[in-house]
């Protein structure tokens, strides 16, 4: 399992200089991964306050007689017109992607590590909200603000930071803001159950999205095989991996299950995705939350729990391994 972080080591140190040096890369893609999304939504408009017109739509007994629109309304006989605006308040809405060692894994049946795609689907959703008007912000990082810079703004702090949280401080997040979260959510149950209570009682809502790496499904390891905790630098040696995949699996189910189960009881929404599908899929469920939209199953190739799930079977966590091994990496591979 993971374990809390409170000192920046060498390693991590050195895992944020990569991560920095990737980072105009993968802003690229987001950039490109945010268009594609952006002419297959409908945006978070919505009737109320402000300026700018949205719509016209018929006129329901018992309004207020000024709230008609009689210009609209005298080219048809039949029907009464309103019209409506567009509702300029623009909404808070706060992005966290974990950094934790365990998120630079990557095995041979993906392309690419969990931290870079959890990244690029930051900075990609920071694109569109920030394109649409909302105030976006990475706590401790960046503060919310209005604009279409979002993303380069949220990059260029990326590249200053030489940590390895997991999970900051929502202190900042006010009652009706949001936050979304990538991760791979292999803290320790009772961790997780107080972070996600504490943000439920500031009265905001949530979206979990877990990034994870086919490997890490499957466990697809045979013949004698050593893996290391990334979190911790412990190793663990099996002589016939084969033999604890069906354990393997259903930890991580059980797991799994209480994550989405947690986050069930708090209102919030709880998605996977996988590293080796498209990151537009992990996007555009992300932004259909946003959007108060129920995600359809083949629009997010992911397994959800909450308000509207997206239902997958999930594989898991290992029963044949230590609790300090849970989330098992790959380290060293010799098949026998």
């Known amino acids: ?159 200053h930071h030489d940590g390895e949280v997991e999970w900051p401080s929502f202190t900042r997040a006010g009652r009706f803001s949001e936050i979304v979260v990538l991760s791979d959510f292999l803290s320790d149950l009772e961790i997780l159950r107080g972070r996600l209570q504490r943000v439920a009682g500031r009265g905001t809502r949530m979206h979990m999205m877990q990034v994870f790496d086919p490997a890490e499904e499957s466990f697809p390891y045979d013949g004698r095989m050593e893996f290391r905790d990334p979190e911790t630098g412990e190793t663990w040696l099996a002589e016939r991996a084969g033999d604890i995949r069906t354990g393997y699996r259903d930890r991580l189910a059980a797991h799994r299950a209480e994550i989405s189960g947690l986050a069930r009881r708090a209102g919030f929404s709880f998605a996977v995705h996988h590293t080796d599908r498209p990151a537009a899929e992990g996007l555009l469920f992300l932004y259909s939350r946003l959007a108060g939209e129920r995600a359809a199953p083949d629009a997010a190739n992911v397994a959800a729990t909450g308000p509207a799930p997206v239902s997958q079977p999930v594989a898991g966590f290992g029963a044949g391994l230590s609790a300090g091994m849970a989330a098992t990496r790959e380290s060293r591979g010799e098949s026998q």
């Open 1 to 159: 399992m993971k374990k809390p972080v409170n000192r920046i080591s060498r390693p991590a140190i050195e895992g944020a200089r990569a991560l920095a040096a990737r980072l105009p890369d993968l802003l690229v893609d987001a950039r490109h991964i945010a268009a594609s999304v952006l002419l297959g939504v409908h945006g978070r408009r919505r009737p109320g306050p402000g300026e700018t017109f949205w719509q016209f739509r018929p006129y329901i007994m018992g309004e207020p007689a000024r709230s008609i629109d009689w210009r609209r309304s005298a080219r048809d006989s039949q029907h009464l017109y309103v019209r409506e605006r567009e509702w300029e308040a623009a909404q808070t809405v706060w992005l966290w992607a974990d950094l934790s060692p365990s998120m630079v894994f990557c095995s041979q049946l993906s392309q690419t590590p969990k931290i870079d795609r959890a990244v690029v689907l930051l900075l990609a959703l920071a694109d569109l909200l920030g394109r649409g008007g909302e105030r976006v912000g990475v706590p401790g990082l960046v503060e919310p603000r209005l604009g279409n810079d979002a993303a380069e703004r949220i990059a260029t702090a990326l590249m």
